[in-house]
């Protein structure tokens, strides 16, 4: 129905930027939110961003606000998340996430393979 495709990860020094993109393809037209996640090894999979669709409204987990940034690019299928001020805490694989409408379910998940982010001391 939806595939997504992360991009954008790699290792940078505390401190540093990143900007992580999620590419969506397949029944588009049925997205409507979407969602970064992350986990980091031997922990559990915890909500990073949101954003609504059309880009309108937006929320993140404490942990990381005022240093990232959701965006949303609808005519391009994709979304961004800007990270400034990385930190070592904020290590792990970036997951994407869309919430879309699909027959008999009304609506459902679908997850992307994730990109590697690894911040360095």
């Known amino acids: 129905q939806v595939q997504l495709v992360e991009s954008g990860g790699g290792l940078v020094q505390a401190g540093g930027s990143l900007r992580l993109s999620c590419k969506a393809s397949?029944?588009?037209?049925?997205?409507?939110?979407m969602t970064w996640y992350r986990q980091a090894p031997g922990k559990q999979r915890e909500f990073v961003a949101f954003?609504?669709?059309?880009?309108?409204?937006?929320d993140y987990t404490d942990d990381v606000k005022g240093r990232f940034t959701i965006s949303r690019d609808d005519a391009k299928h994709t979304i961004g998340l800007q990270m400034n001020n990385l930190k070592t805490e904020d290590t792990a694989v970036y997951f994407c996430?869309?919430?879309?409408?699909?027959?008999?379910?009304?609506?459902?998940?679908?997850w992307g393979q994730g990109t590697q982010v690894t911040v360095s001391s």
């Open positions: 954003i609504s669709k059309g880009g309108g409204s937006t």
């Open positions: 397949g029944n588009v037209d049925s997205i409507n939110e």
């Open positions: 996430n869309a919430r879309a409408a699909v027959p008999r379910k009304v609506w459902d998940e679908f």
